[in-house]
């Protein structure tokens, strides 16, 4: 019996959304082609041309309407899926405990802070349940010893009665690889946090479709170590 292609829409409804390339999501989501060139053909190329999903999202208007077959109505409606997809991973982590969610807590924080184009350290601030009682863009530029001041993210983290505090800055090259600047801060905001029973729950550095986790590697010691020479 001969195999029957499925289109992306059929293949969706028969085996879910994540049976899906990139391609036949994008597909889905032009809905059509242009003449000559079928949607799938279409959503192809334009992977093709952008690298990949992340390239296209993070594609400026100019960029993205620029090649032939999509224009301003698509890019209008792919930014406002992608807000609509950070508001959602936002609630999510409002709600949940996020010790046991750690998955979500990172891709909201890859679709907050890949496309900064200048370095961020921002601080989630959790309560006693560890849900999100608010989040803080606290320092900006280079993150070091120097622009970064364990007492301010403190000081925040009494004034709201937080317990616990997850890190977070981007590395607007792309690589997501800690520095020695970045472990010695971690190492001196657990130092201030630890005398007022706060706990620093993760340090995550996002990089350009990469992140890296303190906790999951193990960087996340006893602050009265020395994290170089454990």
Known sequence: MENTVLMPREKLLQFGATAL?????????????????????????????????????????QQFCAFKGIGITQFIQLQACTEMTKRY???????????????????????????????????????????????EEMFFGTVNAATIHPREIIKTALFCNAVGLILAHNHPSGLAKPSASDIQVTKQIQQAAQFLDIQVVDHFIIGKGCYFSFMENDYLQDPKQDLFHP
């Not at 079928?38 to 952008?50: E, R, Y």
């Open 89 to 135: 991973l936002l609630a999510e982590i409002k709600q949940r405990h996020l010790f046991d969610q750690s998955d979500i807590v990172r891709m909201y924080l890859q679709t907050e802070m890949e496309q900064y184009e200048r370095e961020v350290f921002l601080v989630l601030f959790l309560d006693a349940q560890h849900r999100l009682i608010k989040q």
């Open 21 to 61: 390339s990139d391609a036949e999501l994008l597909a889905i989501f032009l809905r059509t082609g242009i003449k000559g060139c079928p949607v799938t053909q279409l959503s192809h190329a334009v992977i093709q041309h952008f690298g990949s999903l992340r390239g296209l999202i993070s594609a400026s208007q």
